[in-house]
């Protein structure tokens, strides 16, 4: 295990577990019947991973995750377990794993990657500005940043290999790539998952203003597989601290883009290094964002 300055963990290596992918934020390692998924505690922003991690991240994303897996009981999900004991080749590794890997179903995953805005920011903001459109959906003119869209957008993009940026595309490319009953099926769980999450947060004082779904196909059916509703794959802003005309304060790593955005660097690999200040106050962004959503202390 690689560990770094700050006590993140940086690479995963399991001796004799054949790695199947590296991430931007995940190693996938098969074990035969089933796979193992390892959140690491790396940070992507902008598409480029960067070279220090965020301790903790890894472990706030999977826990994040398994409770939203419990609450969306009205669709299948990946997970087998998140006890690593109980596979006798990762027992030696337990101790580095537990709490921040599952083990899970052998999906195969959409090409596709299904994204939800109720509210225009980020790439849809920008999109907006210069075409007055997202994901080829014409909006109304007079929209400002940050600002709750008139009806909730299922907006998809291609998912991109690593160093490489993720594209925005229609519904009816969609279509194209994964075919007309398929693309139908991906979205209407995108949207009733977004709504259920959006509704919960909301009592909790939370706003979800975007998040991003991946699903695969197991025994010829549609699961949500991947993360789900964590602070990486979505934006959370605390309601009370909500403005229209900006970038709203965050729970998710919005506080690393923001900083970047302030150096000149041209969002290529490789990323700067993080300074400890900003390491800091990610790590609590991502606390925070734990407690907010389950109402427990990380």
């Given at each position: 295990m690689?560990?770094?300055?700050?006590g993140a963990?940086?690479?995963?290596e399991l001796?004799g577990?054949?790695?199947?992918?590296r991430?931007?934020?995940?190693?996938?390692?098969?074990l035969?019947d089933s796979l193992?998924?390892?959140?690491?505690?790396?940070?992507s922003a902008f598409?480029?991973?960067?070279p220090?991690g965020?301790?903790?991240?890894?472990e706030?994303l999977t826990?994040v995750?398994?409770?939203?897996f419990e609450m969306m009981?009205f669709?299948e999900?990946?997970l087998i377990s998140v006890d690593?004991?109980?596979?006798?080749?990762l027992v030696?590794y337990?101790?580095d794993?537990?709490g921040?890997?599952?083990i899970?179903?052998?999906?195969?995953?959409?090409?596709?990657?299904?994204i939800?805005?109720?509210?225009?920011?980020?790439?849809?903001?920008?999109d907006y500005?210069n075409?007055?459109?997202?994901s080829?959906?014409?909006?109304?003119p007079g929209?400002?940043?940050?600002?709750k869209?008139?009806?909730?957008l299922f907006t998809p993009?291609?998912?991109?290999?690593?160093g490489l940026?993720?594209e925005?595309?229609?519904?009816?490319q969609t279509?194209?790539?994964?075919?007309?009953?398929?693309a139908d099926?991906?979205?209407?769980?995108?949207m009733k998952i977004y709504?259920k999450?959006?509704?919960?947060?909301?009592?909790?004082?939370?706003?979800?203003?975007?998040t991003?779904f991946e699903?695969?196909?197991y025994?010829?059916k549609?699961?949500?597989?991947d993360?789900?509703?964590?602070?990486?794959s979505s934006?959370f802003?605390?309601a009370d601290?909500?403005?229209v005309g900006?970038?709203?304060?965050s729970y998710d790593k919005?506080?690393?883009?923001?900083?970047?955005?302030?150096?000149d660097?041209g969002?290529?690999?490789?990323?700067p290094?993080?300074p400890?200040?900003?390491v800091e106050?990610?790590t609590e962004?991502?606390?925070e964002?734990y407690?907010?959503?389950?109402?427990?202390?990380?």
């Open positions: 690689k560990y770094d300055e700050n963990l940086i690479q995963c001796e577990i054949k790695l199947l992918n991430g931007k934020v995940r190693d996938i390692y098969d035969g193992l998924f390892v959140a690491s505690d790396r940070l598409d480029v991973v960067m220090n965020i301790p903790c991240k890894g706030v826990r995750s398994l409770f939203w009981g669709v999900n990946h690593v004991t109980t596979r006798p080749e030696k337990a101790k794993l537990q921040r890997s599952m899970v179903k052998k999906a195969n995953p959409l090409s596709v990657e299904c939800v805005r109720g509210y225009l920011i980020g790439s849809g903001w920008k500005q075409t007055g459109e997202v080829g959906i014409k909006l109304r929209y400002r940043q940050a600002e869209l008139d009806e909730v993009s291609t998912k991109a290999e690593q940026h993720d925005a595309i229609s519904f009816e279509v194209e790539i994964l075919g007309q009953e398929m099926e991906v979205k209407e769980l995108s709504t999450a959006h509704d919960f947060a909301k009592t909790k004082g939370i706003i979800l203003a975007d991003k699903f695969g196909v025994n010829g549609i699961i949500l597989i993360e789900v509703l964590t602070p990486d934006r802003w605390p601290k909500y403005e900006c970038s709203p304060e919005q506080y690393v883009r923001d900083y970047l955005e302030t150096l660097w969002k290529v690999a490789p990323g290094v993080l400890k200040h900003v106050k990610t962004k991502y606390l964002a407690k907010a959503i389950t109402g427990e202390n990380f």
